[in-house]
């Protein structure tokens, strides 16, 4: 729900900020900002890169140590749309579709910014491997970690403009709490580089500090208006919630329009300077702002008011019981969480103020907090369950789609000439999720929580060139806890007995299953070979690669990396043509299929550890495995010019080229000979075994029926797209589907507010030569490198070493 330009706004006015110098003190985190924090100075555009990702989280987490400044990071467990707030991000992922299928694949091999798909387990998982405190909230994430940071009487930061307005209910209800006051650090104000600094010129002890802008409420631009009356501020200004509302012509009297200021801030500073003249009469903007509405419109516009207003008010006791969670130790300065005077005069005024509308009167009640209680998510749920949710050992965003009204699912680096979205491939595993989850409620006899499984649950995908609603039926799962082990519920969830399939290292299974799933589901594109696929070697191989340098990683291994990729890009760049020396080779289609194994990886790794939570200790999983993403899936750039190389060959030659060539080229050497010489021997191995286990496993998952529906923003029609079976399409029920949506296609979605976004400029690519060979083709594009091929691995040396006896 942020509030569109509003920390560029304040950002003009240096009175907004504070400087200040973090050290010895708690810092609270919103987890998804820093996660958009990270990535900024990584490249994107290949599905990830998980190992620079990691150092970076690194590199961050020990200047904080440095400083001696402990973070506490806050995610978020179920996201619950509330007033047009699904409205507006649908609209969004809408116009993100349009402009990506406008794009047609061609992007800046340099492109930074975009999170990678699974930004938020990775990061999760540094912070386990570090120890660093975090936990998944159940409900709404910018108040939960405002209340954490006033009742631990630190800085709470992030990039979400809805901190500049968060108001606490002990302000509201008139205590004076300076002491408390909300401190917000944006982590656009911050410099992660530690500084050094002295106590005093007579006696100088040092100490080492990290620089940053504090935003205080109480010296900003909107310091007169009342706190109580903040949050109605935020509303009229816009959000996600409330997009646009009518403002009296009090507002515009009072503040006239200047055509040299962007409608925004006028807005802003507008509404600040009429909102200021209400101190002593606090009920009555509501009134005027409600007397712009009539009939329906008014009931609209109060239950709207009604979701929206309490968003921007936080209860400091909810970071109490946070607190209590995390076991973190309060401040020995801290006492307690109301500390300060409390005004009981203006208190008992408050509660006073009261409308000749019952209507206003109700929304004053929200806001002095007298708030509808929100489910508790967590209600009877195991201990186990608990901590596994908090410590997101399995997806938490899965949760909207059976407990919330929808589970938006973001776009990712995607192919548009591939029909099916990138996370149509882990579907059945996050189905299995939901009927597990919904067994558990059944019986714990709360269903009345599944507001999502009535009737179906809902998720909002990408579909060809349009945003669409799965409806998908929930069948619940009941675990049988005194005759299951977790093996038993996943071999029935993959019709193959897996018995004891305890590897060495542990990890080799869980990987293997992974590309045995991946599999399955490209047989309903085309024909998979696991021991010829590019995109499988090339992701196997750099998952050995890494797996064995795992206790001594560094940046000097994804330098390393980076190196190698750019030697084979230039390699590949240079076989093309000088007259092509411009165009980069850039394979979407690659990045699209990375990214599925990697959704699959994740997504069964979700899966084990729910199934183990609902389980007794005893009987936990003694099969699956699994290694963090930064370690299976190091660097999409690496990965996706190794499988352009490798699909340039021979299919028969492809496992022999990447054990014999490439495993000895991109492996880091060690200077002890005989120490290289075992890696590499035990590197293969491992190759050899993910490739011919994941072969060999028989995977048959039932087919999911589900209702695929254009999704209907308002003043357009629904169309149904119709019933499919996944995991049982042929090639010809795809065209099949393909054809029932051009209809649509030709019929985009009018957008009142769509935006225009910077494109890179699209540079076409030379053709390859075309292929008879069905089996060396390149899918849906055809496209052949037979020649190429050949000269490349002449130039390598490859092909006359091949051909030696």
């Known amino acids: 729900m942020p509030l569109p330009g509003l920390t560029t706004i304040l950002s003009k006015s240096h009175q907004n900020f504070e400087p200040t110098q973090l050290y010895n003190t708690n810092i609270v985190i919103n987890g998804a900002d820093f996660t958009g924090l990270l990535s900024t100075r990584l490249i994107s555009i290949f599905g990830g890169e998980y190992l620079e990702y990691m150092l970076e989280a690194r590199k961050l987490l020990d200047a904080f140590k440095d400083c001696s400044v402990t973070p506490i990071f806050l995610f978020a467990g179920l996201k619950l749309f509330q007033g047009r707030s699904l409205e507006s991000t649908l609209r969004k992922r809408s116009m993100a579709i349009s402009e990506f299928v406008e794009r047609e694949g061609h992007f800046s091999t340099d492109a930074c910014g ?31 970690s405002c209340a954490l940071a006033s009742f631990l009487d630190c800085p709470v930061a992030g990039t979400t403009s809805d901190y500049f307005i968060m108001t606490s209910k002990n302000s509201i209800r008139g205590h004076s709490i300076p002491q408390h006051a909300l401190k917000f650090i944006s982590l656009n104000h911050f410099d992660a580089i530690p500084l050094v600094g002295k106590t005093s010129s007579e006696c100088p002890t040092e100490y080492r500090f990290l620089s940053a802008h504090v935003f205080r409420p109480e010296a900003s631009d909107f310091h007169n208006v009342q706190p109580i009356l903040r949050p109605l501020l935020a509303i009229l200004y816009g959000t996600e919630v409330v997009p646009s509302t009518r403002l009296p012509n009090s507002v515009h009297s009072m503040y006239p329009k200047d055509e040299s200021m962007h409608p925004k801030e006028w807005r802003f500073k507008a509404l600040v300077q009429w909102l200021s003249q209400y101190s002593l009469n606090i009920p009555k903007p509501l009134e005027e702002v409600s007397a712009c509405y009539a009939g329906n419109d008014k009931a609209g516009f109060f239950r709207e008011m009604r979701e929206a207003l309490p968003l921007y008010v936080y209860d400091p006791q909810e970071g109490e019981n946070l607190a209590g969670e995390l076991n973190i130790p309060l401040p020995a300065k801290f006492s307690g ?25 109700d929304l004053f009640d929200l806001l002095r907090g007298n708030q509808e209680q929100t489910q508790n998510l967590l209600a009877d749920w195991p201990p186990r369950l608990v901590r596994a949710l908090q410590r997101s050992l399995f997806a938490p965003s899965l949760l909207a789609a059976i407990y919330g009204n929808g589970y938006c699912i973001k776009l990712g680096i995607e192919d548009p000439n591939i029909l099916l979205s990138v996370h149509e491939a882990s ?50 799962l009941v675990v049988n806890l005194d005759t ?22 542990e990890w080799l299974f869980a990987f293997s299953m992974t590309l045995a799933l991946f599999r399955n589901y490209c047989q309903t594109r085309r024909d998979i070979y696991i021991d010829q696929s590019p995109i499988i070697l090339a992701t196997t191989l750099c998952a050995v690669l890494t797996a064995n340098e795992m ?12 190196e190698r990729a750019s030697c084979i890009e230039s390699e590949i760049t240079k076989e093309i043509g000088e007259s092509a020396s411009a165009v980069r080779p850039y394979r979407l289609d690659l990045v699209h299929e990375y990214t599925e194994i990697q959704l699959i990886y994740s997504s069964l790794k979700s899966l084990v550890n729910l199934i183990d939570s609902l389980m007794h200790l005893s009987q936990e999983s003694q099969n699956f495995h699994f290694l963090p993403m930064w370690v299976v899936f190091p660097s999409g750039r690496l990965v996706h010019w190794l499988a352009t190389h490798i699909e340039s060959q021979a299919p028969t030659n492809r496992m022999h080229t990447v054990t014999r060539y490439w495993l000895p080229r991109l492996y880091r050497r060690k200077d002890d000979t005989s120490v290289a010489a075992k890696e590499l021997t035990q590197m293969a191995q491992h190759f050899q075994y993910l490739i011919k286990t994941s072969s060999t496993i028989d995977v048959h998952l039932s087919p999911i029926n589900y209702e695929v529906k254009e999704i209907c923003l308002p003043g357009r029609l629904q169309k149904q797209v119709g019933p499919l079976l996944h995991g049982t399409l042929s090639h010809d029920q795809i065209v099949s589907t393909q054809r029932q949506l051009t209809p649509l296609v030709g019929c985009p979605i009018t957008l009142s507010d769509r935006t225009n976004v910077s494109r890179v400029p699209a540079c076409a690519l030379k053709p390859y030569p075309s292929r008879a060979h069905p089996n060396r083709g390149r899918g849906s594009r055809g496209r052949s490198t037979s020649s190429y091929s050949t000269r490349l691995l002449g130039r390598l040396g490859t092909v006359e070493r091949q051909q030696k006896p």
């Open 114 to 144: 975009s999170p990678p798909m699974c930004a938020k387990q990775a990061l999760s998982e540094v912070l386990a491997l570090t120890r660093t405190p975090y936990i998944v909230v159940p409900h709404h994430l910018i108040q939960s």
């Open 484 to 505: 299951q082990q977790t093996d038993d519920v996943l071999s029935a969830f993959f019709h193959s007995s897996l018995g004891d399939n305890a590897s060495e290292p």
């Open 337 to 361: 969480g109301n500390n300060g005077d409390t005004l009981e005069d203006f208190d008992s005024f408050i509660e006073n103020q009261n409308s000749e509308m019952p209507e206003v009167n």
């Open 427 to 476: 579907l059945p595993i996050r189905v299995m999720h939901y009927r597990l989850l919904a067994g558990l409620e059944r019986r714990l006899g709360r269903l009345e929580k599944l507001i999502g499984l009535k009737p179906l649950a809902k998720e909002y995908v990408r579909r060809g060139d349009k945003l669409v609603t799965y409806e998908i039926p929930v069948e619940p």
């Open 551 to 562: 206790k001594s990683v560094d940046m000097k291994l994804c330098e390393h990396y980076s």
